[in-house]
């Protein structure tokens, strides 16, 4: 398993945020309000803040690699151990996450008419989001985002299975798959339910890690850069750009700890600092933060019609609180509910 490293805990701190903060910009009463005090951030919100996810993908990828083939073969000889573990992963604390988010729309449901409260599930939806189906039985999911919970998974097993399949071909099979996705698949957003429409920046992540801990890194990060260029120069994707810089700036990295590895005998040991600290349980409640916050947003829009605030900076001030509340309810929810779920180990 890849050691936990401070450059990827800071960019899925930033990204988680962006995703949140994109959500306050979109959804209810709040968002509009927010509109109208500074059109031109929440603009920028909701055009680009959701790109966000691609940094997710990419350090998906990234950390699948290092974790199943961390020099390029799997380290098992059976990949079905680690789905397992990884559905149980994701899914039990996205369950647990999704029981809070249902008494959340019930409660919304009593106080606002708005589109974009979910409606109370039946037990046959509830069941497909457990199950990570929703959107392959065209299920109204119950809450923003989760799309990208069913999709972690399913990359996550795809590249798996390829591996085991690829034997000591799985790096090929893997790069055709990510090519593939690249140049065709992620043109067609009727495909953006599959796994093959985002495996482009996953395997972009992916090799990263492997060209970073190859002996020849530098020649492997600029073949990864040419053929996110070559992408790019194919059908130009803001999204996509995004993920090359992301794959690139972690293999760069991953050389050169490597690089530092080789040169170094030991390494003393060194107190983290606060911010450090910090900055990893912001980056450890991460995935709570994205399970949990609509919740957030759809109290905090009952709230702000409620008291209907009319103060100047009342939106922002507003939505600067309902995020803070976002980030304590991610610490308890990653503390209390998500650590416990996801120390549940499958025998094998």
């Given at each position: 398993?890849?050691r936990?490293?401070?450059?990827i805990d800071?960019?899925?701190?930033?990204?988680?945020?962006?995703?949140?903060?994109?959500?306050?910009?979109?959804?209810?009463?709040?968002?509009?309000?927010?509109?109208l005090?500074?059109?031109?951030?929440?603009?920028?919100?909701?055009?680009?803040?959701?790109?966000?996810?691609?940094?997710?993908?990419?350090?998906?990828?990234?950390?699948?690699?290092?974790?199943?083939?961390?020099?390029?073969?799997?380290?098992?000889?059976?990949?079905?151990h680690?789905?397992a573990?990884?559905?149980?992963?994701?899914?039990?604390p996205?369950?647990?996450a999704l029981?809070?988010?249902?008494a959340?729309?019930?409660?919304?449901?009593?106080w606002?008419?708005?589109?974009?409260?979910?409606?109370?599930?039946?037990?046959?939806?509830?069941?497909?989001h457990?199950?990570?189906?929703?959107?392959?039985?065209?299920?109204e999911?119950?809450?923003?985002?989760v799309?990208?919970?069913?999709?972690d998974?399913?990359?996550?097993?795809?590249?798996?299975?390829?591996?085991?399949?690829?034997?000591?071909?799985?790096?090929?099979?893997?790069?055709?798959?990510?090519?593939?996705?690249?140049?065709?698949?992620?043109?067609?957003?009727?495909?953006?339910?599959?796994?093959?429409?985002f495996?482009?920046?996953?395997?972009?992540?992916?090799f990263?890690?492997?060209?970073?801990?190859?002996r020849n890194?530098?020649?492997w990060?600029?073949?990864?850069?040419?053929?996110?260029?070559?992408?790019?120069?194919?059908?130009?994707?803001?999204?996509?750009?995004?993920?090359?810089?992301?794959a690139?700036?972690?293999?760069?990295?991953?050389?050169?700890?490597?690089?530092?590895?080789?040169t170094?005998s030991?390494t003393?040991?060194?107190?983290l600092?606060?911010?450090?600290?910090?900055?990893?349980?912001?980056?450890?409640?991460?995935?709570a933060?994205?399970?949990?916050?609509?919740?957030?947003?759809?109290?905090?829009?009952v709230?702000?019609?409620?008291?209907?605030w009319?103060?100047?900076?009342?939106?922002?001030?507003?939505?600067?609180?309902?995020?803070l509340?976002?980030?304590?309810?991610?610490?308890?929810?990653?503390?209390?509910?998500?650590?416990?779920?996801?120390?549940?180990?499958?025998?094998?």
């Amino acid at each position: 398993m890849p050691r936990r490293q401070t450059h990827i805990d800071a960019a899925k701190v930033v990204a988680s945020h962006l995703i949140v903060l994109h959500h306050f910009t979109v959804y209810g009463p709040l968002a509009e309000a927010l509109d109208l005090v500074a059109p031109r951030l929440t603009e920028w919100f909701f055009e680009y803040a959701r790109m966000a996810v691609q940094v997710f993908l990419v350090i998906g990828g990234y950390l699948a690699a290092g974790t199943l083939a961390p020099h390029g073969h799997l380290q098992r000889t059976s990949p079905w151990h680690n789905i397992a573990q990884r559905y149980v992963r994701l899914a039990l604390p996205f369950g647990a996450a999704l029981l809070l988010v249902i008494a959340c729309s019930a409660v919304a449901r009593l106080w606002l008419d708005a589109d974009f409260i979910p409606t109370a599930p039946s037990l046959i939806a509830l069941l497909a989001h457990f199950v990570l189906l929703f959107d392959i039985f065209d299920y109204e999911a119950l809450s923003v985002g989760v799309w990208y919970v069913a999709i972690d998974f399913q990359l996550f097993a795809v590249m798996a299975l390829f591996l085991w399949i690829g034997g000591r071909a799985a790096l090929w099979l893997v790069g055709v798959c990510m090519l593939g996705s690249l140049f065709f698949f992620n043109l067609h957003e009727s495909v953006d339910i599959w796994a093959l429409y985002f495996f482009g920046s996953y395997g972009l992540g992916a090799f990263a890690w492997w060209a970073g801990h190859s002996r020849n890194a530098g020649k492997w990060l600029v073949v990864l850069a040419v053929v996110g260029a070559a992408a790019l120069v194919w059908d130009f994707r803001l999204r996509i750009a995004l993920a090359v810089l992301v794959a690139i700036g972690l293999g760069v990295v991953r050389w050169r700890v490597a690089q530092a590895a080789h040169t170094t005998s030991t390494t003393p040991a060194r107190q983290l600092s606060v911010a450090t600290r910090l900055l990893r349980v912001l980056s450890r409640s991460s995935y709570a933060l994205f399970l949990t916050h609509f919740s957030i947003v759809l109290l905090g829009n009952v709230l702000w019609v409620q008291w209907a605030w009319t103060f100047a900076g009342a939106a922002a001030w507003f939505t600067a609180g309902a995020w803070l509340v976002c980030m304590v309810i991610a610490l308890l929810f990653e503390r209390f509910v998500e650590r416990r779920l996801s120390a549940i180990r499958i025998p094998g």
